[in-house]
């Protein structure tokens, strides 16, 4: 289970003339990342563009890269805006989800703690400061964090989603589901919080709940694969396989680099007594899965007597005769 965070705050300086329509799109929260980081780009490639608009350029180039999973652009990009604008909260924030996504939760802290020095009301620093602190240990502190962000702005919709997955994890499914609601009503628009809100309800064994959050999840978001993953997933748990392809194969679609959609079509193929593409789709799922994942997978069919090799990370002949005959077992 994946609880999301949007990662998008974006610097509010003045546009350039020059290029209006570029800088609009640069610093909307509701552009795609990749249309946010090429108007951004033709900003910074503007000829003589004044400090203040390279700070809004970089600065929002690097989140856009942030948000489309490019983290050392993104470092770039931000450490070059937070060289010309130190004293910018925002930046400091950026440049603790830059730390955060490496695995520096120190480096992450230190930085929002920055933030929170230079703009005590920066709702998003205390927000991504609990979440540090909830992947440090300190539950406390980290719902002491989300309170003080819903103090600042009870509106605040990324506060409850980080206050709901602090919950799910501490496996307080009910307190969680108030939360994702309530992500819900600050913002009705957001497919993280349905989608968040649909966890909790698998997480309750409310199915029918979980099923309508995710099509909301959908509905926001056409391209959403965790919840076409998830509400295939739900549908074959269901019994209805035919569906559950339907959602899998659109899963897949979004993100075919992503092993988890091919594995659960080909428990689909298999209890729709498809055995053929069941083993197709498990030999792509490794293939996605890259070196290490093919090695699991290895040492997973060797503890089911499907397979005698060594985990090598290499598909080969002996590999692929076992997949097929997982493909063949529903438990498998």
Not at 11 to 24: C, N, S
Not at 106 to 123: C, E, R, Y
Not at 133 to 161: C, F, N, T, V
Not at 254 to 271: K, L, S, V
Request: aromatic residues 8%.
């Amino acid at each position: 289970m994946r609880i999301l965070l949007s990662t998008a705050i974006l610097m509010a300086l003045a546009p350039v003339v020059a290029h209006a329509d570029d800088a609009a799109v640069c610093g909307s929260e509701t552009s795609a990342p990749q249309a946010r980081i090429n108007a951004c780009s033709i900003l910074i490639d503007t000829p003589d563009i004044a400090e203040a608009q390279q700070v809004f350029a970089f600065g929002n180039r690097g989140f856009g890269y942030l948000d489309y999973g490019d983290v050392e652009r993104a470092k770039s990009d931000l450490e070059e805006a937070a060289r010309l604008a130190p004293n910018n909260p925002a930046l400091m924030v950026g440049l603790g989800l830059v730390a955060e996504a490496k695995g520096d939760l120190g480096g992450a802290l230190k930085s929002f703690n920055a933030a929170i020095t230079l703009d005590t009301a920066l709702t998003a620093a205390y927000v991504h400061r609990g979440a540090v602190l909830d992947q440090l240990g300190d539950r406390a502190s980290a719902l002491a964090d989300y309170k003080k962000a819903i103090e600042i702005d009870p509106a605040y919709a990324d506060a409850y989603l980080g206050r709901g997955a602090l919950h799910m994890r501490a496996g307080d499914h009910k307190k969680a589901l108030e939360d994702f609601g309530l992500a819900i009503q600050s913002d009705p628009r957001s497919h993280e919080a349905y989608f968040n809100r649909a966890t909790a309800y698998e997480a309750l064994n409310d199915t029918s709940s979980a099923v309508a959050d995710y099509n909301s999840a959908i509905y926001l978001n056409q391209s959403y694969a965790e919840a076409y993953r998830n509400r295939g997933r739900l549908w074959l748990q269901l019994g209805d396989g035919k569906i559950a392809i339907d959602d899998l194969s659109k899963a897949i679609e979004a993100a075919p680099q992503q092993p988890e959609g091919y594995r659960n079509r080909a428990a689909a193929y298999t209890r729709l007594g498809d055995y053929d593409a069941a083993a197709a789709d498990l030999e792509k799922a490794i293939t996605a899965g890259g070196t290490a994942y093919i090695q699991s997978w290895q040492e997973y069919l060797t503890s089911r007597n499907l397979y005698s090799g060594a985990a090598d990370g290499v598909i080969n002949d002996a590999v692929k005769e076992a997949l097929a005959a997982c493909a063949r077992d529903p438990a498998c």
